[in-house]
């Protein structure tokens, strides 16, 4: 590998850290079977969504414009953002 990490202890890394996810969905299903509300799914929904903006806005972005691909990617941004609020318009009832 470009970095000098081998193979299997990628493959290794990559296992640790995609058990995670299984983990924190059984603690969260715990959380809102016990304590669940409309209120705080909604909350937990708005919270992921702004974690998950943040990261591309910060570091996805950022990256792919060092390649070389910043027509691309604004572009593509760009569509993605109108697709998902057409999704919205012509899915809401």
Do not use: Q
Not at 29 to 36: M, P, S
Not at 48 to 72: C, N, Q, R, S, W
Request: net charge negative; aromatic share 8%.
């Amino acid at each position: 590998m470009e970095a000098g990490i081998k193979p299997g202890r990628v493959a290794v890394i990559t296992l640790l850290s995609g058990l995670a996810e299984p983990a924190a969905a059984l603690v969260g299903a715990v959380v809102l079977l016990n304590f669940g509300t409309t209120s705080i799914i909604g909350y937990s929904l708005v919270f992921a969504a702004g974690v998950m903006t943040y990261i591309t806005a910060d570091e996805l972005i950022p990256v792919a414009h060092e390649y070389g691909f910043k027509h691309t990617v604004s572009v593509s941004l760009l569509l993605g953002i109108i697709f998902a609020l057409l999704i919205d318009v012509l899915l809401s009832h």
